[in-house]
């Protein structure tokens, strides 16, 4: 159910600007409109949502340790898995972010013919990177569409991605990496049982979304053909706040743009929003030095407690008996 | 035996292990049935393990007693999660379904087996459940004995009588020992 | 052939579809699987809400007629007070890493054991309460109301997590279903719905000093009663004190092992151990607990718990504080004491008396952990060791998940074990040190009522002890905690007939050469220490 959903949902979102951008003056509101709306949600939202996770306070240092902590002199510590300096935790979170170290972590050991081997199980990791960086890359690269004239590294980024140079215009590495992954990433909600157990129509929209994205783009570049010079004037229209809708923007653009939007303002109040949350994440985040450093509880009140006195008092006369030294006689 | 379906037997094997897998919950039984890792998936690495083993005494000997281990890795497992009695000690029931399977599968089964080797093998089989039955029962009372020693190894519980049943029951905190069918005989 | 019955009309088993999905089925409490509920008079002599009684297979749960209020309440004030439990209720993406991590799930196959549902169940009230487009969208969003039926799966769900962090360790985000669990019970408890298994430690420990209940005198006695024992099979006569003011060191330990087999033989190696070194140490009857049930309660019960070990302190005058081994008491030690109920500026940064070391890891906390202490004492050669006493075991090694993934302490035990016994053997790398698995009973759900899924959780880990002990021979696993010490025998008796749980502070009073002591033929256990040719053996 959550699915097929989904999958409307998207349809829906594709099918409107298909037809709403051949209507004369429309097209201003999924070229300009709907791109300055999605960005403003999500700035305005991506914002909010860290300050209100900023809001409540970290109470406790609650890291996960994941190897040898820093102890006597001559035990060596896992610096990076276990980190108790600020430096270690920086370390730390950048393999997480930029690496997914923890996924990674998916190791497995296999039973073959009476023998132990070690294998990794890291098709996840992989496909969860190459999908990440893929998109990450690809955001980039869309800046040569923004400004004029383009800068050094936008270029040189478009170079390394197109490297291979197959077909014309070439092949971007990060558009097949990205498909791949997003397919990847669907086809193991949809096939193994226990994570389609646990998905939610919030996890295939996302999905859906993102493949559409891929699609139009990859579309747009090979197949249905439109004109770049009048998109690149559309763009950086946008981006210098002088929007207008140059003619020769084929519907496919609206379609691409539209779904664009439609994520970025759907991006702060959904599960995307793990790409702020991981920053913030304190079983992360934190140095696990909490014998050496005081952590402090921002709401920390007094409680009652069973005081000695009150236990003495109890107690004296079985403590006197035993032979237990006592405040007061 | 009958050398038709002990060539098959890796065959009946994977359909044997099939159907017992599908006594779990769905989401679970493709987990059980495809991690291969012994430590990543105990149960799924112990069935596999022991199924084979078990196949080939039943199509030999027939002798449950010599395979009393391999049956037992299956039957301890089963016998402490959520089954009831019946369905933790069907696997050999199961095992009839899958050969029957196995002879459906290809026309010349049905022919080429006799009906008096079928009915010494489901003799056999017949013989390995009772076994099963009993690995169970041992299995339980372990639990129980195991459960009852935990009990009274707690000494400052039972010093104020909080846990003791009677009181329980009076507190109305529990129902009563006795007979449920659903569930079994339990101290709910 | 003539029709035959399927395995559907066969069995009663039927997973078959329609099946609905994990929102809409409704949970059926099981016993064996469940603890007994907490005493009404325990809630209410700790000051705690809502005491009542009520029977988990009822209808009924007898809830106070405001009781979504409360919930609701309790949940948004955490919201508010965590950001740990704010951010994990908004972005974890369901990517399933952690779903096999988990032993309950491993050794039951039930679906809802997979840490990120566990997690859902809660997750779901958030999105309908608490976001927009749950309010709005309803199910489509992933909300769910909360009705008595989620409820009652939310209490059977959180008391079948121990709490031990595995799938946080695997988490891309690190979410942590401890915490999510940690404050899930908190919530319940509002409604007084805890279990007596944690909640009756509680009251004693709060009134009497004691997760056991044990009184000052029965404390005093219990030990001295194993000092007597090592009196008889070692020939060393020892004089524990108690309360004692003015000595250099306060060592508390879980009070399970003052009194339960074969956490005693631990304690007694404590003592054997500062008697070898002369430490100039006391115990305390006031302070006898250093476990913390409080933890499994709520944050506050925990602090309020926890006082009393640093009050002690400072009022017998130590300079600092040795802890014993435990697992869940280390996670309060490490994570929480000094951010409860320090800073502990009346006490001295712990060196050792005997080595000069300092323990620069324990700082601010001015507390130190056993086997910190005596891997220090190895490395400095003030031991004296015979390790061929325990020739005659081989040993494996179960890290405990808060002391590995709440602490980080790997090599010291290691350090330990090896010097102390000549054959170790380790279980395989996907289930030791950090990737630990659970005994299976932590967290407060070690009680006997419970036993099946107690066997269940244990799965993981008495596989991976089987293994060694197919391979190697593995007879012993040595452990720093006294819950494995309660709950491993039971769980090996089970998957692993033959194999014992020993205390790793055991292992070396067992090696130690202790001054004046008489012909060493008994163990700890007073057991005949089986000779080998030569002292050496295998």
């Given at each position: 159910?959550?699915?097929?959903?989904?999958?409307?949902?998207?349809?829906?979102?594709?099918?409107?600007?298909?037809?709403?951008?051949?209507?004369?003056?429309?097209?201003?509101?999924?070229?300009?409109?709907?791109?300055?709306?999605?960005?403003?949600?999500?700035?305005?939202?991506?914002?909010?949502?860290?300050?209100?996770?900023?809001?409540?306070?970290?109470?406790?240092?609650?890291?996960?340790?994941?190897?040898?902590?820093?102890?006597?002199?001559?035990?060596?510590?896992?610096?990076?898995?276990?980190?108790?300096?600020?430096?270690?935790?920086?370390?730390?979170?950048?393999?997480?972010?930029?690496?997914?170290?923890?996924?990674?972590?998916?190791?497995?050991?296999?039973?073959?013919?009476?023998?132990?081997?070690?294998?990794?199980?890291?098709?996840?990791?992989?496909?969860?990177?190459?999908?990440?960086?893929?998109?990450?890359?690809?955001?980039?690269?869309?800046?040569?569409?923004?400004?004029?004239?383009?800068?050094?590294?936008?270029?040189?980024?478009?170079?390394?991605?197109?490297?291979?140079?197959?077909?014309?215009?070439?092949?971007?590495?990060?558009?097949?990496?990205?498909?791949?992954?997003?397919?990847?990433?669907?086809?193991?909600?949809?096939?193994?049982?226990?994570?389609?157990?646990?998905?939610?129509?919030?996890?295939?929209?996302?999905?859906?979304?993102?493949?559409?994205?891929?699609?139009?783009?990859?579309?747009?570049?090979?197949?249905?053909?439109?004109?770049?010079?009048?998109?690149?004037?559309?763009?950086?229209?946008?981006a210098t706040f002088h929007p207008f809708i140059p003619k020769n923007v084929g519907a496919i653009f609206f379609i691409h743009a539209t779904l664009v939007s439609v994520l970025m303002a759907y991006f702060?109040?959904?599960?995307?929003?793990?790409?702020?949350?991981?920053?913030?994440?304190?079983?992360?985040?934190?140095?696990?030095?909490?014998?050496?450093?005081?952590?402090?509880?921002?709401?920390?009140?007094?409680?009652?407690?069973?005081?000695?006195?009150?236990?003495?008092?109890?107690?004296?006369?079985?403590?006197?008996?035993?032979?237990?030294?006592?405040?007061?006689? | 035996?009958?050398?038709?379906?002990?060539?098959?037997?890796?065959?009946?094997?994977?359909?044997?292990?099939?159907?017992?897998?599908?006594?779990?919950?769905?989401?679970?039984?493709?987990?059980?049935?495809?991690?291969?890792?012994?430590?990543?998936?105990?149960?799924?690495?112990?069935?596999?393990?022991?199924?084979?083993?078990?196949?080939?005494?039943?199509?030999?000997?027939?002798?449950?007693?010599?395979?009393?281990?391999?049956?037992?890795?299956?039957?301890?497992?089963?016998?402490?999660?959520?089954?009831?009695?019946?369905?933790?000690?069907?696997?050999?029931?199961?095992?009839?379904?899958?050969?029957?399977?196995?002879?459906?599968?290809?026309?010349?089964?049905?022919?080429?087996?006799?009906?008096?080797d079928i009915l010494f093998l489901e003799s056999k089989i017949d013989k390995f459940s009772l076994a099963a039955f009993d690995i169970y029962m041992k299995c339980r009372e372990r639990v129980w004995e195991?459960?009852?020693?935990?009990?009274?190894?707690?000494?400052?519980?039972?010093?104020?009588?909080?846990?003791?049943?009677?009181?329980?029951?009076?507190?109305?905190?529990?129902?009563?020992?006795?007979?449920?069918?659903?569930?079994?005989?339990?101290?709910? | 052939?003539?029709?035959?019955?399927?395995?559907?009309?066969?069995?009663?088993?039927?997973?078959?579809?329609?099946?609905?999905?994990?929102?809409?089925?409704?949970?059926?409490?099981?016993?064996?699987?469940?603890?007994?509920?907490?005493?009404?008079?325990?809630?209410?002599?700790?000051?705690?809400?809502?005491?009542?009684?009520?029977?988990?297979?009822?209808?009924?749960?007898?809830?106070?007629?405001?009781?979504?209020?409360?919930?609701?309440?309790?949940?948004?004030?955490?919201?508010?007070?965590?950001?740990?439990?704010?951010?994990?209720?908004?972005?974890?993406?369901?990517?399933?890493?952690?779903?096999?991590?988990?032993?309950?799930?491993?050794?039951?196959?039930d679906p809802k054991n997979m840490p990120v549902v566990r997690a859902e169940l809660l997750r779901s009230i958030y999105r309908k309460e608490f976001t927009t487009a749950g309010k709005i969208l309803g199910?489509?969003?992933?909300?769910?109301?909360?009705?008595?039926?989620?409820?009652?799966?939310?209490?059977?769900?959180?008391?079948?997590?121990?709490?031990?962090?595995?799938?946080?360790?695997?988490?891309?985000?690190?979410?942590?279903?401890?915490?999510?669990?940690?404050?899930?019970?908190?919530?319940?408890?509002?409604?007084?719905?805890?279990?007596?298994?944690?909640?009756?430690?509680?009251?004693?420990?709060?009134?009497?000093?004691?997760?056991?209940?044990?009184?000052?005198?029965?404390?005093?006695?219990?030990?001295?009663?194993?000092?007597?024992?090592?009196?008889?099979?070692?020939?060393?006569?020892?004089?524990?004190?108690?309360?004692?003011?003015?000595?250099?060191?306060?060592?508390?330990?879980?009070?399970?092992?003052?009194?339960?087999?074969?956490?005693?033989?631990?304690?007694?190696?404590?003592?054997?151990?500062?008697?070898?070194?002369?430490?100039?140490?006391?115990?305390?009857?006031?302070?006898?607990?250093?476990?913390?049930?409080?933890?499994?309660?709520?944050?506050?019960?925990?602090?309020?718990?926890?006082?009393?070990?640093?009050?002690?302190?400072?009022?017998?005058?130590?300079?600092?504080?040795?802890?014993?081994?435990?697992?869940?008491?280390?996670?309060?030690?490490?994570?929480?004491?000094?951010?409860?109920?320090?800073?502990?500026?009346?006490?001295?940064?712990?060196?050792?008396?005997?080595?000069?070391?300092?323990?620069?890891?324990?700082?601010?906390?001015?507390?130190?952990?056993?086997?910190?202490?005596?891997?220090?004492?190895?490395?400095?050669?003030?031991?004296?060791?015979?390790?061929?006493?325990?020739?005659?075991?081989?040993?494996?090694?179960?890290?405990?998940?808060?002391?590995?993934?709440?602490?980080?302490?790997?090599?010291?035990?290691?350090?330990?074990?090896?010097?102390?016994?000549?054959?170790?053997?380790?279980?395989?790398?996907?289930?030791?040190?950090?990737?630990?698995?659970?005994?299976?009973?932590?967290?407060?759900?070690?009680?006997?009522?419970?036993?099946?899924?107690?066997?269940?959780?244990?799965?993981?880990?008495?596989?991976?002890?089987?293994?060694?002990?197919?391979?190697?021979?593995?007879?012993?696993?040595?452990?720093?905690?006294?819950?494995?010490?309660?709950?491993?025998?039971?769980?090996?008796?089970?998957?692993?007939?033959?194999?014992?749980?020993?205390?790793?502070?055991?292992?070396?009073?067992?090696?130690?050469?202790?001054?004046?002591?008489?012909?060493?033929?008994?163990?700890?256990?007073?057991?005949?220490?089986?000779?080998?040719?030569?002292?050496?053996?295998?």
């Open positions: 159910m959550g699915v097929m959903l989904s999958l409307i949902a998207v349809l829906v979102i594709v099918l409107v600007p298909l037809a709403g951008s051949q209507v004369s003056g429309l097209q201003y509101v999924f070229g300009v409109f709907f791109p300055y709306a999605g960005f403003a949600v999500l700035l305005a939202g991506f914002v909010f949502k860290v300050l209100n996770w900023a809001k409540s306070p970290v109470p406790f240092r609650i890291p996960t340790t994941a190897g040898q902590e820093f102890s006597l002199p001559w035990i060596k510590q896992a610096k990076l898995d276990n980190p108790s300096t600020t430096t270690g935790v920086i370390g730390r979170m950048a393999f997480e972010i930029l690496a997914f170290r923890s996924l990674f972590r998916n190791t497995k050991a296999e039973l073959r013919s009476g023998n132990l081997i070690y294998g990794p199980a890291k098709w996840l990791w992989l496909g969860a990177l190459a999908f990440h960086w893929a998109f990450f890359i690809i955001a980039v690269r869309h800046l040569r569409l923004f400004v004029q004239p383009i800068p050094g590294w936008v270029e040189f980024l478009d170079k390394i991605d197109s490297i291979m140079q197959i077909g014309t215009p070439p092949v971007y590495i990060t558009d097949v990496l990205l498909i791949g992954g997003v397919t990847f990433l669907l086809l193991r909600r949809l096939l193994i049982p226990r994570v389609r157990y646990i998905s939610l129509p919030a996890d295939y929209f996302p999905l859906f979304l993102i493949l559409a994205i891929g699609t139009t783009g990859i579309l747009m570049r090979f197949f249905i053909r439109t004109d770049i010079v009048a998109v690149k004037s559309l763009l950086v229209g946008l702060p109040f959904s599960k995307l929003m793990h790409l702020g949350g991981i920053f913030l994440s304190p079983t992360r985040n934190l140095a696990n030095n909490n014998r050496m450093v005081r952590h402090v509880n921002p709401w920390s009140y007094p409680v009652k407690v069973h005081t000695y006195d009150e236990y003495e008092d109890e107690f004296r006369d079985l403590m006197k008996g035993a032979g237990i030294p006592v405040e007061r006689e | 035996m009958n050398n038709w379906l002990f060539e098959r037997k890796s065959s009946i094997s994977e359909g044997w292990l099939r159907r017992i897998f599908e006594t779990y919950p769905p989401e679970a039984a493709t987990f059980l049935s495809n991690q291969n890792d012994r430590f990543a998936n105990p149960i799924g690495s112990a069935f596999l393990s022991a199924a084979g083993p078990i196949l080939e005494e039943l199509f030999g000997e027939g002798n449950p007693e010599t395979v009393e281990g391999f049956i037992d890795e299956i039957i301890r497992i089963r016998a402490v999660q959520d089954f009831r009695p019946s369905d933790a000690v069907s696997i050999f029931f199961l095992l009839k379904l899958a050969i029957r399977d196995e002879m459906t599968k290809e026309k010349e089964g049905q022919d080429k087996i006799k009906t008096e195991i459960r009852f020693n935990d009990f009274i190894k707690r000494p400052f519980v039972l010093s104020e009588a909080a846990m003791c049943p009677s009181y329980l029951i009076k507190k109305g905190m529990i129902k009563d020992v006795g007979f449920d069918g659903e569930k079994g005989c339990s101290l709910s | 052939m003539a029709k035959d019955l399927t395995q559907k009309e066969m069995l009663r088993i039927d997973y078959n579809p329609p099946k609905s999905g994990w929102m809409d089925t409704p949970v059926k409490i099981k016993p064996g699987i469940y603890c007994h509920p907490a005493k009404p008079e325990k809630i209410t002599d700790v000051g705690m809400p809502n005491a009542h009684t009520w029977n988990p297979l009822d209808e009924d749960w007898n809830l106070p007629a405001n009781w979504q209020q409360i919930f609701f309440e309790g949940m948004r004030e955490r919201l508010d007070k965590h950001r740990s439990f704010k951010i994990f209720m908004d972005i974890c993406v369901r990517c399933g890493a952690c779903a096999d991590k988990c032993h309950f799930f491993l050794g039951s196959g199910s489509l969003a992933g909300g769910r109301e909360l009705t008595p039926a989620v409820l009652k799966e939310l209490w059977y769900y959180f008391f079948q997590c121990t709490e031990c962090r595995r799938c946080s360790l695997f988490c891309p985000y690190g979410i942590d279903t401890a915490e999510i669990t940690i404050i899930g019970r908190e919530i319940l408890n509002l409604l007084g719905l805890n279990i007596n298994w944690i909640q009756e430690p509680v009251s004693n420990c709060y009134h009497i000093g004691n997760h056991l209940g044990l009184k000052p005198h029965t404390f005093k006695e219990n030990i001295e009663f194993l000092r007597d024992d090592i009196e008889s099979y070692v020939g060393v006569r020892i004089e524990p004190t108690f309360n004692r003011k003015g000595a250099e060191v306060l060592f508390v330990t879980p009070s399970g092992d003052v009194f339960a087999e074969p956490g005693i033989y631990t304690l007694m190696g404590y003592l054997m151990l500062f008697e070898h070194i002369g430490l100039d140490y006391t115990w305390s009857t006031y302070a006898s607990e250093s476990g913390n049930f409080g933890f499994f309660t709520s944050f506050e019960m925990a602090k309020r718990l926890n006082a009393k070990i640093y009050a002690e302190a400072k009022r017998l005058g130590v300079k600092f504080i040795i802890g014993g081994e435990c697992g869940h008491m280390w996670r309060v030690i490490h994570q929480y004491m000094d951010t409860f109920n320090g800073p502990a500026d009346f006490l001295e940064v712990p060196v050792s008396p005997m080595t000069g070391t300092t323990f620069e890891n324990a700082r601010s906390s001015k507390m130190i952990h056993i086997t910190e202490f005596t891997a220090d004492l190895i490395k400095h050669g003030k031991l004296k060791i015979d390790p061929s006493r325990n020739n005659h075991m081989k040993v494996t090694f179960h890290d405990s998940c808060n002391t590995s993934r709440a602490m980080g302490i790997l090599e010291e035990p290691r350090y330990v074990i090896n010097n102390v016994c000549k054959h170790f053997y380790e279980m395989p790398d996907t289930t030791i040190r950090e990737q630990t698995f659970c005994c299976g009973s932590g967290s407060g759900l070690n009680a006997s009522e419970n036993m099946e899924i107690r066997l269940r959780g244990g799965l993981p880990r008495a596989n991976a002890v089987k293994y060694v002990h197919e391979k190697h021979g593995v007879d012993t696993v040595a452990c720093i905690c006294a819950i494995d010490r309660a709950v491993l025998p039971a769980s090996m008796e089970y998957w692993v007939p033959g194999v014992k749980v020993a205390g790793v502070s055991e292992l070396v009073a067992n090696a130690l050469i202790m001054e004046g002591e008489g012909e060493r033929t008994l163990n700890l256990r007073g057991e005949e220490i089986p000779v080998t040719e030569g002292g050496d053996n295998v």
